[in-house]
């Protein structure tokens, strides 16, 4: 039985912050620009509300601007476009960030293609993603480029790793194989439709599971001395009446199996405003043909 190693989402969120600060500050001597990001929320969703704040006080604990544009639930879809043609326009705002989930008349579809991808920090734009399997410079979805962070933080470099993705969202799995593709690896992408999944998913040097279904992966689906990446975040009602947070991962049975694992809470979660941060630096520094810090 192997002693599986946590992969802390905490510390590396917070380490890709201080890469983040530290570049923003190197961009402010040396250009004299300052990288704005722009949070635009619809409506009093309390999960929202809280991602919102925090995303405001770590961009600005990052040396960056903060905007904040709060609309009430009932607003017209042509407002909310309206607003992000004028983000589109204001040369202050280098990233722009529509919370999702809108309320049902406005289109997500039409939000996510009336920003400018060379402003569209979530990286769903058809633009960078057209650009990302293009092999060219796109801004990439935060949750993806925050597992590919910790991939590299755990394994170095990740060449001719086989890397079994369950899940095809837009949002996390085909941007992720994307990125794994440039990491030189050999990418399954498999989903809920997939024959013997489980046994595609046992051929993994690396297994990320990013299907919304709490503990669909079991411990017998991975290969001894994988590395598994856990995208999950499934809250579960529990016996006594109260909920927790549990994975696409049966986290206890992988335990002993894997040679690492995310976990749920305090894993993949914790990555995507730090990369939202840094995809907001690179916005700005692309957009002004400065070079692009590496972090």
Not at 31 to 40: E, K, Q, Y
Not at 97 to 113: G, M
Request: proline share 6%; with cysteine; net charge neutral.
């Amino acid at each position: 039985m192997l002693n599986t190693i946590l992969i802390d989402g905490k510390v590396h969120a917070a380490a890709l912050r201080r890469q983040v600060a530290d570049a923003v500050s190197e961009v402010k001597k040396h250009h004299g620009i300052t990288p704005g990001l722009a949070v635009v929320l619809v409506g009093e969703d309390p999960a929202s509300q809280v991602y919102v704040r925090s995303k405001g006080k770590q961009t600005v604990e990052a040396g960056m601007l903060s905007f904040e544009h709060r609309l009430p639930a009932t607003i017209a879809e042509s407002e909310v476009l309206d607003l992000v043609g004028d983000l589109n326009d204001d040369p202050a705002v280098d990233g722009i960030l529509v919370q999702f989930p809108v309320p049902p008349q406005i289109s997500q579809h039409k939000v996510i293609n009336s920003i400018d991808p060379a402003k569209d920090v979530d990286g769903l734009h058809p633009a960078n993603a057209g650009r990302l399997w293009s092999g060219e410079a796109a801004l990439v979805p935060c949750t993806p480029y925050g597992c590919i962070y910790l991939l590299h933080q755990e394994l170095g470099k990740l060449d001719g790793a086989h890397a079994v993705v369950i899940g095809r969202s837009n949002l996390v799995g085909k941007p992720l194989a994307g990125l794994l593709l440039q990491e030189n690896c050999t990418v399954t992408i498999a989903h809920s439709r997939t024959r013997d999944l489980a046994e595609v998913a046992r051929r993994a040097d690396i297994l990320v599971a990013a299907v919304g279904r709490p503990e669909m992966v079991k411990g017998g689906w991975i290969r001894p001395g994988a590395t598994v990446i856990d995208v999950g975040m499934n809250r579960i009602a529990l016996p006594d009446g109260k909920t927790r947070l549990v994975g696409d991962v049966a986290f206890a049975e992988a335990q002993g199996i894997a040679r690492a694992i995310t976990p749920v809470p305090g894993g993949v979660g914790l990555m995507t405003v730090a990369s939202l941060l840094r995809n907001t630096l690179v916005a700005g520094c692309r957009r002004r043909n400065l070079p692009v810090p590496s972090v």
